[in-house]
């Protein structure tokens, strides 16, 4: 009896709770926003553009220190692009898939490392903004229209062509992948670093100290993935519509 | 959880203004250091690759000149050997005849000094003998 009463003791400590769905709203006029995720998203935000311009302020032949960290980083998304794209093609969309891949890679690794805990918000928590479907959603519409537009500026209307391509019988499926498309880059993006939260949320509930780690790692090691496979997937559906089925 | 509202479209818009801006200060300065660089280690290449061939070149045609004036060197050699040995041969062959003259011209002088040395003797083998028979004789019979 007295170790349940231990426990009970033990939880009343909230070392870490679990809040989902919960918002710090803002509104504008009509409508209500998310305020915790535009307030993390403009610190992802203002750390990509003041690494970028501590790289390029002063630009060398011989790159050193952070423009040659920022140098790395523009070739790998650059190959990223030319592999999904090729050779001919990928010039123009580096810093679309470029900035997706970037935008989601210091969200989440922003959410994962800095421990926003520490910073009380009246309703909410911070988080990677990549938790709220909102941003996943419209991150994967933006990826869309690029396709689509990339397809359009191609071919004209005759990038329709393609639904009907190979056998008019798979204009259902062709016309369904367009909804399917965003939905799981969105849902997968969403789901991945909403579950990883949460598990180690949850591990950090039940076991406050060092159980969780392993499962941290992990979860650093997923949201690196996540991004990178935003920003090939993202590729890869512009590469299809520029390409279309013909060839 | 999907709760969704006005985020949406503002995280769009949000995003592409992020695009635009990491494109002026990210993607377009660093992408012209790289190009730069690229054209910049191309173009030394290509300029050591025509030294390069420049150096080979002028290697070959200091080896074609070399080899032009071993050959040359050799030809001279063989030609001052060449008349060295003319020189010898004519030598030799003058001194041989120098000698064979001076041989004839001796054997001729011996011949003639014979032939006055005989004629001599021829002369005093009379007045010899009368000398040898009155030595033997004695004066009075050889009258």
């Known amino acids: 009896m007295e170790i349940l009463g231990g426990l009970t003791i033990l939880n009343t400590f909230t070392l870490a709770e679990l809040e989902v769905g ?13 305020g915790q995720v535009f307030l993390v998203s403009w610190i992802v935000i203002g750390v990509l553009l003041i690494a970028s311009l501590a790289a390029t302020r002063n630009i060398q032949t011989v790159p050193g220190g952070i423009q040659n960290f ?36 210091v969200s989440n690794w922003g959410g ?14 911070l988080a990677a903004p990549t938790n709220d479907i909102n941003t996943t959603v419209a991150l994967a519409l933006l990826t869309s229209l690029a396709y689509f537009y990339a397809g359009f500026r191609k071919k004209g209307l005759g990038y329709f062509k393609k639904y009907i391509e190979p056998t008019p019988i798979l204009l259902p499926i062709a016309i369904l992948e367009d909804f399917t498309k965003p939905l799981s880059l969105s849902f997968r993006l969403f789901g991945n670093i909403l579950a990883d939260e949460l ?3 949850v591990l950090v509930l039940l076991v406050p100290l060092f159980i969780p780690l392993p499962v941290m790692a992990l979860g650093l090691f997923t949201s690196a993935i996540q991004a990178l496979v935003f920003a090939t997937l993202a590729g890869a559906y512009i590469h299809e519509a520029l390409e279309g089925h013909g060839e | 959880m999907f709760d969704f509202d006005a985020t949406m479209p503002l995280m769009a818009v949000q995003f592409l203004l992020l695009t635009v801006l990491l494109n002026a200060v990210f993607y377009k300065p660093l992408t012209k250091a790289l190009d730069e660089r690229d054209a910049y280690i191309r173009n030394n290449k290509a300029t050591a690759k025509d030294s390069i061939a420049k150096a080979e070149s002028i290697v070959k045609e200091y080896e074609a000149q070399i080899a032009a004036a071993r050959k040359e060197s050799q030809s001279i050699v063989e030609k001052a050997q060449a008349e060295a040995r003319e020189i010898t041969a004519q030598k030799i062959a003058e001194a041989q ?37 009155e030595k033997i004789l004695g004066p009075e019979l050889v009258k």
Not at chain 1, 70 to 88: P, S, V
Not at chain 1, 112 to 125: C, D, Q, R, V
Not at chain 2, 111 to 133: F, G
């Open chain 1, 22 to 34: 919960e918002h710090f709203l803002w509104k504008i006029g009509n409508y209500t926003v998310h």
């Open chain 1, 70 to 105: 920022m140098e790395y980083a523009l070739e790998f998304i650059r190959d990223l692009t030319r592999n999904q794209l090729g050779e001919k093609e990928y010039r123009p969309w580096v810093p679309f898939v470029g900035t997706l891949f970037l935008f989601i890679f």
């Open chain 1, 112 to 125: 994962a490392l800095i421990p926003w805990k520490l910073i009380k918000l009246p309703s909410g928590e």
């Open chain 1, 199 to 201: 598990v180690v949320a």
């Open chain 2, 97 to 133: 005849q120098a000698v064979q003259t001076q041989k004839e011209q001796a054997a001729q002088e011996i011949q003639q000094q014979k032939e006055t040395a005989l004629a001599t003797l021829e002369q005093q083998v009379d007045s010899l003998s009368r000398q040898i028979l």
